[in-house]
Nanobody, 118 residues
């Protein structure tokens, strides 16, 4: 599985961005797709995730109510709509995917920079 992330950029606080992550290759067994972020000097953290089959989702507490993860099965694409962005959301965002039976994220996309100015 190959993942191609896009959609990062520079935005003022309070603004919005939408990240996209397109999966290609052997996508039939996709299980969970998620978004992670890593800010300078900080550990990588899980931001949101979505189950490919039942649409259940997970959100990091600090982004609940501001970020929305969604998927388009036909396009094998997952989105992260980010609203009311804050400077502390500044980070490199990565998408990741797991497949049935793996129990972990096995595939990672390249990072996309999100910078929120105050």
């Amino acid at each position: 599985v190959q993942l191609q992330a896009s959609g990062g950029g520079l935005v003022q606080a309070g603004g919005s961005l939408r990240l996209s992550c397109a999966a290609s290759g052997h996508t039939l067994n996709l299980y969970v797709m998620g978004w992670f972020r890593q800010a300078p000097g900080k550990e990588r953290e899980s931001v949101a995730a979505i189950n490919w089959s039942d649409n259940s989702s997970y959100y990091l507490g600090s982004v609940k109510g501001r970020f929305t993860i969604s998927r388009d099965n036909a396009k094998n694409t997952v989105y992260l709509q980010m609203n009311s962005l804050k400077p502390e959301d500044t980070a490199v965002y990565y998408c990741a995917a797991s497949v049935l039976g793996s129990g972990q994220y096995s595939y990672w996309g390249q990072g996309t920079q999100v910078t929120v100015s105050s």
